[in-house]
């Protein structure tokens, strides 16, 4: 059958048989999966399954994202290929799942929540700089914004990750690989007060600290529930009455950059992603952001 049909058939009739899906979520599925597969059969000329790749799915998802659809109708799209193309490999349509690189937010989640410019300078100032901890607090909430780096890698970083001569951090991601990003004068300068003053301070004879940069008050290495404690506690004091999680300062980080006219392949590689279509998520942000100001400011808007 023309648009493998007869694939995307056997695919909700799996759904509906072993997973359980519900009517009106099948026929969402089927939606999408009919969308899709036609757009892969008719504008991309594919005629067999293993010949689609990473690319013609990004292609696709552009389409999407032109079209303004909701970051959830997205989401469920993703989810919708994704397991089609699980399935595929499964019944040995092809041999790999070109859509397990792509990582959009989860069905259901809406766009990330965002601060401004000066949400976030109140967050940086919040810590006492004067005490320990302070230091440590500040340098790793300058750091996570300077960077966008992930909680995960945040909590991770090794003192040997930080090369000052050159003013980069090198940061081990998802998948084990490496990427390095510049780091401003000013999560310098918390980073440097930290490591001279504070990360001393906080090391304990016989307590092993596995390198780690950031290190909790009994020396050991920093828990992700402490990172968030950091974050929320920062906000709490700057006034902030947004949901805030570490993964906030990463957002912000993309948005601000590409608020401020940067390159999204730039931006892709400093966030690490493996696919662009995960940092595109954010010029839906960006898109928002121009249009309430030509609400505010335009006279006939």
């Given at each position: 059958?023309?648009?493998?049909?007869?694939e995307?058939?056997?695919?909700?009739?799996f759904?509906?048989?072993?997973?359980?899906?519900?009517?009106?979520?099948?026929?969402?599925?089927?939606?999408?999966?009919?969308?899709?597969?036609?757009?892969i059969?008719?504008?991309?000329?594919?005629?067999?399954?293993?010949?689609?790749?990473?690319?013609?799915?990004?292609?696709?998802?552009?389409?999407?994202?032109?079209?303004?659809?909701?970051?959830?109708?997205?989401?469920?799209?993703?989810?919708?290929i994704r397991?089609f193309?699980?399935?595929?490999?499964?019944?040995?349509?092809c041999?790999?799942n070109?859509?397990?690189?792509?990582?959009?937010?989860?069905?259901?989640?809406?766009l990330?929540?965002v601060?401004?410019?000066?949400?976030?300078?109140?967050?940086?100032?919040?810590?006492?700089?004067?005490?320990?901890l302070?230091?440590?607090?500040?340098?790793?909430?300058?750091?996570m914004?300077?960077?966008?780096m992930?909680?995960?890698?945040?909590?991770?970083?090794?003192?040997?990750?930080?090369?000052?001569?050159?003013?980069?951090?090198?940061?081990?991601?998802?998948?084990?690989?490496e990427?390095?990003?510049?780091?401003?004068?000013?999560?310098?300068?918390?980073?440097?007060?930290?490591?001279?003053?504070?990360r001393?301070?906080?090391?304990?004879?016989?307590?092993?600290?596995?390198?780690?940069?950031?290190?909790?008050?009994?020396?050991?290495?920093?828990?992700?529930?402490?990172?968030?404690?950091?974050?929320?506690?920062?906000?709490?004091?700057?006034?902030?009455?947004?949901?805030?999680?570490?993964h906030?300062?990463?957002?912000?980080?993309?948005t601000?950059?590409?608020?401020?006219?940067?390159?999204?392949?730039?931006?892709?590689?400093?966030?690490?992603?493996?696919?662009?279509l995960?940092?595109e998520?954010?010029?839906?942000?960006?898109?928002?952001?121009?249009?309430e100001?030509?609400?505010?400011?335009?006279?006939?808007?």
């Amino acid at each position: 059958m023309a648009m493998f049909d007869t694939e995307r058939e056997q695919y909700l009739y799996f759904l509906k048989l072993e997973k359980g899906l519900s009517e009106n979520s099948r026929i969402s599925y089927d939606h999408d999966l009919r969308r899709y597969l036609t757009f892969i059969y008719r504008d991309a000329g594919i005629r067999d399954l293993s010949g689609i790749t990473l690319e013609h799915i990004e292609q696709y998802l552009r389409t999407l994202l032109s079209a303004h659809l909701s970051p959830s109708t997205i989401a469920r799209n993703i989810s919708a290929i994704r397991g089609f193309h699980i399935f595929a490999v499964m019944e040995r349509w092809c041999a790999a799942n070109p859509a397990e690189l792509i990582e959009l937010p989860r069905k259901g989640r809406s766009l990330p929540e965002v601060l401004d410019q000066d949400e976030v300078a109140a967050m940086l100032e919040a810590p006492d700089r004067s005490s320990v901890l302070g230091k440590r607090d500040a340098a790793i909430l300058e750091l996570m914004y300077a960077t966008g780096m992930r909680a995960s890698e945040t909590i991770e970083l090794q003192t040997d990750q930080y090369i000052p001569d050159i003013r980069l951090l090198r940061v081990i991601g998802k998948g084990n690989k490496e990427r390095l990003i510049p780091v401003g004068s000013m999560a310098i300068k918390a980073l440097s007060d930290y490591m001279r003053q504070a990360r001393p301070m906080l090391i304990r004879t016989g307590t092993d600290t596995g390198n780690r940069l950031f290190l909790s008050y009994r020396g050991k290495p920093l828990s992700r529930m402490t990172l968030w404690q950091i974050v929320t506690d920062a906000a709490g004091k700057a006034g902030i009455t947004k949901s805030i999680h570490p993964h906030t300062l990463r957002h912000s980080f993309a948005t601000h950059l590409l608020e401020g006219g940067a390159d999204l392949r730039a931006v892709q590689e400093m966030l690490g992603h493996v696919s662009i279509l995960t940092t595109e998520i954010y010029t839906h942000i960006d898109r928002s952001f121009l249009e309430e100001v030509h609400k505010t400011y335009h006279p006939r808007a």
